[in-house]
């Protein structure tokens, strides 16, 4: 069993995929060129926002956000304490300093509350000048942004929305990566839509903003590439990615965001009435399910449980092992404002990612619960 059946979805789409690479290797233009700004449009159209730009993956796209707005040395930005690594990365990246904020339980993403703690506290202790909010749509699932933008909005703060894992999820029909002033997402070949490599995208509605990311992504090229304005980095996605990303983005569509929100909801109903803690999602949102994470309940041992299901052929991951802050690469060069993060601490040591995806069979899906089931009453 695979966590995440990438060759089944290639099984599917086999024709129309090969047909895409074929027709760029024909066609000799292997960066830029029509497939890059086809996919840009129809990108930004679905997401609902002005400008698309595509760029090699979704750290650069973080970073090239950042750049644009001139984050940097003396800046405070605010990151949640669980993420994977690049949410805060890219702030150190550019020179500013992430604040790590806990996060809630139930949603694993950013608590609202907390933020606006951590916001009076850099205002208060005058070291940092705050500028700008992460939020992560971790697990596919939306941050809390009406509660996040206010937050914001009272403190003059930029938001970035990181929808790495968010692509495909929206609140009230609104579509992720478009909650931020500047949202961006990845095309990592496991993230919700990915392409077979690496490739991410930086969305805005602000011109200004997107003319500078496509400056800085391409070397902060000026009138043409060489002339050179600022100093950027190169960072686009390639012809064939974004052919191959084009076939899966129209399977995305029509029914792979359906067909992963029905396996989440069969989730939901087998593993209900066991002692897990199931993945919440808050009404008018919608996720796309990059993960189903549970939570084990106290006094089973996580690993042991991991290690067990291992045995029995079932393929679990643990995302994040390790709060932010904990990370060697921040030591004291980050900010936790007031007693740490508790409930990142317990996320860290109980949270458990089951196999997942649009093309998780349901023979697998069977297996995956009755092993579970197994290995919680004997753990
Ligand atoms: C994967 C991921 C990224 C980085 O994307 P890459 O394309 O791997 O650089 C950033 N943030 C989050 C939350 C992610 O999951």
């Not at 392409?195 to 902060?220: M, P, Q």
């Amino acid at each position: 069993m695979q966590f995440r059946d990438l060759g089944a979805q290639y099984e599917r789409l086999k024709p129309e995929i090969d047909h895409a690479i074929a027709s760029v290797l024909a066609d000799g233009r292997f960066i830029g060129g029509s497939e890059v700004f086809a996919l840009e449009t129809e990108l930004a159209n679905y997401v609902g926002v002005k400008h698309c730009i595509t760029c090699g993956n979704g750290t650069d796209a973080l970073q090239l956000a950042l750049m644009a707005w001139g984050v940097g040395s003396g800046d405070a930005v605010f990151v949640p304490d669980f993420t994977f690594f690049s949410s805060g990365e890219v702030v150190s990246a550019v020179g500013a300093t992430p604040v790590f904020v806990d996060v809630d339980e139930h949603t694993f993403n950013i608590d609202p509350a907390k933020l606006e703690q951590a916001v009076s506290y850099v205002e208060r202790e005058r070291q940092l000048t705050p500028k700008a909010v992460v939020a992560v749509d971790l697990f596919g699932l939306p941050a809390g942004y009406p509660s996040i933008r206010k937050v914001c909005d009272e403190h003059n703060l930029l938001l970035l929305e990181d929808g790495a894992q968010g692509f495909g999820g929206s609140i009230e029909g609104k579509m992720a990566c478009s909650f931020g002033d500047t949202s961006t997402t990845s095309f990592f070949p496991a993230k919700p839509l990915g392409c077979y490599g690496d490739g991410g995208a930086v969305f805005t509605d602000n011109d200004e903003w997107a003319e500078l990311i496509r400056s800085y992504a391409v070397h902060g090229k000026g009138t043409m590439k060489y002339d050179n304005v600022r100093v950027g980095m190169n960072s686009r996605l390639d012809s064939l990615q974004a052919a191959i990303l084009r076939v899966k983005f129209k399977a995305f569509r029509e029914y792979e965001v359906t067909d992963v929100n029905a396996r989440a909801a069969w989730y939901d109903t087998a593993l209900e009435g066991t002692s897990l803690e199931l993945p919440q999602v808050p009404d008018s949102y919608t996720s796309s399910w990059a993960q189903y994470t549970v939570r084990v309940p106290e006094g089973v041992d996580r690993d042991a449980l991991q290690a067990m299901l291992k045995v029995q052929g079932v393929p679990t991951m643990v995302y994040y092992p390790k709060p932010m802050h904990e990370q060697l690469a921040f030591k004291d060069r980050c900010v936790v404002p007031l007693e740490s993060c508790p409930v990142t601490d317990q996320l860290c040591h109980t949270v458990l990612s089951l196999p997942m995806g649009p093309h998780l069979s349901e023979k697998d899906q069977l297996r995956v619960v009755d092993e579970l089931r197994f290995c919680l009453a004997n753990a």
